[in-house]
């Protein structure tokens, strides 16, 4: 058996809804790429090695999701690569605030830190499939990951 994993960046809504210029839309969009960019390479490197269905990563541009196939493991494997995928995200992201502030050469603000660390809601669950079952599945994964977000 095989597992899917289907992993999501929020909110993308709101996120993208402050933009107040072009190039705020653009810079907004550019964030939520790089950061699925960030997870799809935790994802098909060592030692998880998944398997990308979408999207394609050669893609200039990203969604704010991805899915994956990963091969049979432990609850426990499957747990802690959604968490090692999810922490790659939020690392990401606060060195891309950290390094906002040193090279704008601004003093961090206290609550900085805990705006970053809150700011996305990453959701990311594994669906287990046997050969052929793939649609399946995918189904399933997406009504249960609809039903988390809600």
Not at 22 to 48: M, N, W
Not at 60 to 87: D, H, Q, S
Request: net charge negative; with cysteine.
């Amino acid at each position: 058996m095989k597992n899917l994993f289907l992993f999501s960046i929020s909110p993308v809504q709101s996120f993208i809804a402050q933009a107040r210029k072009t190039q705020d839309l653009f810079a907004g969009s550019y964030i939520l790429s790089h950061l699925c960019r960030v997870a799809i390479e935790k994802a098909r490197g060592e030692p998880y090695q998944a398997e990308i269905v979408f999207p394609d990563p050669s893609n200039e541009t990203l969604l704010n999701r991805f899915l994956a196939i990963v091969g049979e493991n432990t609850k426990e494997y499957l747990a802690g690569m959604g968490w090692a995928v999810e922490n790659a995200v939020r690392s990401e992201f606060q060195h891309m605030g950290d390094a906002i502030l040193d090279k704008m050469g601004l003093p961090k603000p206290p609550e900085f830190d805990e705006q970053i660390k809150t700011h996305w809601q990453i959701f990311w669950l594994f669906e287990e499939f046997e050969e052929g079952c793939f649609a399946d599945a995918y189904k399933k994964a997406e009504q249960t990951f609809g039903a988390l977000k809600n």
